[in-house]
């Protein structure tokens, strides 16, 4: 079941690549100008930074011989 709502985002989100023809940086360029002549505060928060997971120790417990 299609959710109309979804269709209608994807179909403007297509419209609105297609005029960049379908070009990433030129699309970035774009949102960056409307960003600047928006008027509007523009936060960029710094990144979140990844703790290493936890690597089990390798211990004589539990370790099969070879």
Known sequence: MEDPIVAEVRNQRDEYAKQFNYD??????DLRE???TSG?????LPPRRIKP???PSRSAKGSASR
């Open 24 to 29: 990433l940086a030129a699309i970035f360029f």
């Open 34 to 36: 409307k960003e600047k």
């Open 40 to 44: 509007q505060r523009v936060v960029s």
């Open 53 to 55: 997971a936890a690597v």
